[in-house]
């Protein structure tokens, strides 16, 4: 079994920042990608970013393109989500993922369904 736990999260004003933490452990695992999706009230869980982690390639949905970094610490087995000039319309709950089995390879990143771990999710809540 790997987990994930996520922190970082919290409450800030629009136009600030925020950066979250997903550390992986448990069983010895191979990670193909790790990335985050976020899920505000009412909707449906939606892709933020990845990086796969052999290249280091990484994408981003558009609504936060230009904002939101993601890296990693190889070593840790943790990756980051640095989110710069949030907006009222980033609140929601950020969960971040991994795909330990590569079966997708790169495709459908963005589908929750390339991913088979899951944190517990970090509530993060932009005021205006």
């Known amino acids: 079994q790997v987990q994930l736990v996520e922190s970082g999260g919290g409450l800030v004003q629009a136009g600030g920042s925020l950066r979250l933490s997903c550390a992986a452990s448990?069983?010895?695992?191979?990670?193909?990608?790790m990335g985050w999706f976020r899920q505000a009230p009412g909707k449906e869980r939606e892709f933020v970013a990845v990086m796969l982690w052999s290249s280091g390639v990484m994408y981003y949905a558009d609504s936060v393109k230009g904002r939101f970094i993601i890296s990693r610490d190889n070593a840790e087995n943790t990756a980051y989500l640095q989110m710069n000039n949030l907006k009222p319309e980033d609140t929601a709950v950020y969960y971040c993922?991994?795909?330990?089995?590569?079966?997708?390879?790169?495709?459908?990143?963005?589908?929750?369904?390339?991913?088979?771990?899951w944190g517990q999710g970090t509530q993060v809540t932009v005021s205006s």
């Open positions: 448990g069983r010895t695992f191979r990670t193909y990608k």
């Open positions: 993922t991994a795909d330990t089995t590569g079966r997708l390879g790169s495709t459908y990143y963005y589908r929750r369904y390339a991913y088979d771990y």
